[in-house]
């Protein structure tokens, strides 16, 4: 918990500093484009790092390898499959960014009152 807290405020520091860095006004509609933007991406990493971990590319590598075996120095077995080199969760990556939309989308409904 105390993870996701500091990464949702690096992101929101991160979403201030690129207001100002654009020369940008500072108002709610300014804010609310970036956040979308950073949060849109943080929770399209995150389902990528997800799916890839499952280990749906897999079988579609091992095929690849298999078809166009070339004269190669490493070995099928040798190479590791795509789900075991992300050795990290993107549990992360999707709590912060869906907190992240989630927090434009309230500053989205105050924006439209």
Do not use: H
């Not at 500072?26 to 499952?54: K, M, P």
């Amino acid at each position: 918990m105390k993870k996701v807290v500091i990464s949702l405020l690096f992101i929101q520091v991160l979403i201030l500093i690129t207001i100002f860095l654009r020369s940008d006004d500072l108002s709610l509609l300014t804010y609310i484009n970036n956040s979308f933007v950073y949060g849109g991406i943080l929770v399209f990493v995150g389902l990528w790092v997800f799916v890839v971990r499952t280990g749906v590319f897999d079988i579609f590598t091992i095929s690849m390898r298999k078809a166009f075996k070339i004269k190669s120095t490493l070995e099928d077995d040798e190479m590791r499959p795509p789900s075991e080199i992300l050795a990290f969760s993107s549990s992360y990556l999707l709590v912060t960014g869906t907190l992240t939309l989630l927090i434009m989308s309230i500053c989205l409904i105050i924006y439209s009152f």
